[in-house]
């Protein structure tokens, strides 16, 4: 059972600490949420478990695989793929190739090879794409070149980068930052139709915190590093760790 | 029903390809001095295949080389020596010294993997200054600063022997570097490429190896700057290194930029675009201009190529290939052209 286990993480940036001893664990099948205030080391988790950041110590295994021996681009053949909070995108390219470019590991060297020759050149690649785009309700933008597209798109088209070489974990980092609400909406009920439909393991960061309450299994609440709480939403919103965190301290009464 | 699919549209090819066989006779046709003008296609051909090469780094991967000529250089002497000296068959080298060029730019690939952006010009730059002292140095067989007569290209028992001749060699080439380098770049390798260029992090999240894809950027380019200079080295039957030096490179970084980065097809427009310019344009107005312009005749190339840069990056940042998408646009909306788009 690939659970994502995450053992007393400790990470530092000269000085700063980003992480001090944070130990989790993610189970197959559930929507689990980050939250805390900017700086309370969601990203850097992120960036850990997606091999970027490297801790001092602790442990990230998935599967039985120890992610930290793996180097960055070997992450995505463990099964997990991640979104980023500012866009990652290839401005110049169109939407179909930017989907395309997620399912690069998946895509057979000596394949493409051939396909140099041959006359039909991407269209078994391209089917992939093509019904995550649908998926996502993309159809019929896959032609667009994505620089000129809406914010809202070009969120939507990195979220399809990372489902479309089919992983069982996705990090997804702030998918509602810069949304309206009829967007946020929209993303809550994709985020959890991939988990339901796709039956991928969600992971992801959010300040909007009726979305996060509305679809989250378990939620996590961090704070300058350190855990604060582990549980459902209902339990979450009750702690009065968090209360006070969060809210101030009279925010009770 | 239009295919939703990206694949090629491959019809303009045979007519392409009839085109680049009609031109020769073409230009018979119309004037008596036509060994010249097919003189200087053949180094916008071979300009071409190199500029390609460059687009492949520069303006794909966006690793920014100020060294080309310093692989044109070794592509050029390498096979000189290979093919007079060692006596190796013309055919052969046209295929071997690519593949050393290649090398070299592994080795000059290394120190990309750190540096970028300005710092590695600098590098690429450093490179085409070692390349040439290199060749000076080894005199024994490049007779140094003198220069070197080459042998004509021999292939399949034919030789080679006239600018008309040589045409149909360097133009197969061109041809055929042209639609590889699309595929090529139409493939998940040319993905990896761009990605690199506009995110490192998407990249390396989406599982491409940026050590390995740049290096093979950068061996790529080095093949194809090899492969132009093995065509330079046999087609032009003298090569000296006083040609390869810095300000070839930035010719061809002037080149990619005219045609538009990013986009073989620009890489191709840009070359023969300046080269036609700087072989038959600016001969015919030199001495014109200079009655006009208080500057000696000879600075007028340079003084006409940083004008052309300095326009297009202001005012044509796509190139001549992105003035070319914007006419196919104008003209698909024919009667209902917003003014704006056409700029």
Not at chain 1, 162 to 177: F, H, Q, T, Y
Not at chain 1, 224 to 248: Q, R
Not at chain 2, 295 to 304: F, K, N, T
Request: aromatic share 12%.
């Amino acid at each position: 059972m690939p659970d994502l286990q995450i053992e007393d993480l400790h990470v530092r940036f000269s000085g700063v600490v980003a992480l001090n001893g944070v130990s989790m664990e993610i189970r197959e099948g559930e929507i689990f949420s980050l939250v805390g205030p900017n700086g309370s080391g969601k990203t850097t988790l992120f960036n850990c478990v997606s091999g970027f950041v490297k801790p001092h110590h602790g442990t990230i295994c998935y599967g039985g695989l120890d992610l930290l021996s793996q180097p960055p681009h070997r992450i995505i053949d463990a099964g997990i793929s991640r979104t980023f909070q500012n866009l990652q995108n290839v401005p110049y390219m169109t939407i179909l190739d930017n989907v395309l470019l997620g399912n690069h590991s998946r895509i057979d060297n000596w394949e493409t090879v051939r396909r140099w020759l041959s006359r039909d050149q991407r269209e078994s690649e391209e089917q992939a794409v093509l019904k995550v785009l649908d998926f996502l309700g993309l159809a019929n933008y896959e032609q667009k070149y994505l620089s000129g597209q809406p914010y809202g798109i070009q969120k939507l088209v990195e979220v399809a980068r990372s489902l479309v070489s089919r992983p069982k974990l996705v990090l997804i980092d702030e998918p509602a930052a810069g949304m309206n609400d009829q967007e946020t909406m929209e993303i809550a009920k994709i985020i959890t139709e991939i988990r339901d439909d796709l039956g991928i393991t969600v992971l992801v960061v959010e300040h909007d915190m009726s979305l996060v309450m509305s679809i989250s299994d378990r939620v996590c609440v961090l704070d300058s590093g350190n855990i604060v709480t582990v549980g459902n939403p209902d339990e979450v919103k009750e702690h009065p760790d968090v209360i006070s965190a969060f809210l101030g301290e009279g925010a009770v009464a | 029903m239009k295919s939703r699919y990206a694949d090629e549209n491959l019809s303009w090819i045979a007519p392409l390809v009839l085109l680049v066989i009609a031109i020769p006779f073409l230009i018979r046709g119309v004037t008596f001095s036509y060994r010249y003008y097919l003189y200087v296609l053949n180094i916008a051909g071979i300009y071409t295949i190199l500029a390609v090469g460059l687009d492949i780094l520069s303006g794909y991967t966006g690793l920014i080389s100020l060294g080309h000529a310093g692989f044109f250089a070794i592509g050029a002497y390498t096979s000189a020596v290979l093919v007079d000296q060692a006596g190796i068959p013309f055919g052969l080298s046209l295929i071997i010294t690519p593949i050393i060029t290649g090398f070299f730019g592994l080795v000059v690939g290394f120190p990309a993997l750190r540096v970028s952006g300005m710092y590695l010009g600098l590098t690429t730059m450093g490179f085409g200054f070692i390349a040439r002292r290199l060749i000076i140095a080894l005199r024994a067989w490049t007779e140094g600063s003198a220069g070197l007569e080459v042998s004509n290209p021999v292939l399949f028992g034919f030789e080679f022997a006239s600018d008309w001749a040589n045409y149909f060699l360097i133009f197969t080439f061109v041809v055929a570097v042209v639609v590889v380098a699309r595929r090529v770049m139409n493939s998940k390798i040319g993905r990896a490429f761009m990605a690199i260029r506009d995110s490192e992090r998407a990249a390396e999240a989406a599982g491409v190896n940026l050590t390995r894809y740049k290096l093979l950027a950068f061996f790529m380019s080095a093949v194809l700057a090899g492969l132009a200079g093995v065509l330079f080295a046999h087609t032009m039957r003298f090569i000296s290194t006083d040609h390869f030096d810095i300000l070839l490179s930035i010719y061809f970084i002037i080149m990619i930029l005219v045609g538009g980065v990013g986009s073989i097809y620009g890489a191709v427009l840009g070359s023969v675009f300046i080269v036609l310019l700087d072989f038959l344009l600016i001969p015919a107005f030199k001495d014109w201009m200079a009655l006009f312009v208080a500057i000696e005749v000879a600075d007028i190339q340079s003084l006409i190529f940083g004008l052309i840069m300095f326009l297009f990056i202001i005012f044509q940042p796509m190139g001549l290939y992105g003035v070319w998408l914007k006419m196919r646009i104008y003209w698909k909306l024919f009667p209902f052209n917003p003014k704006k788009r056409f700029t």
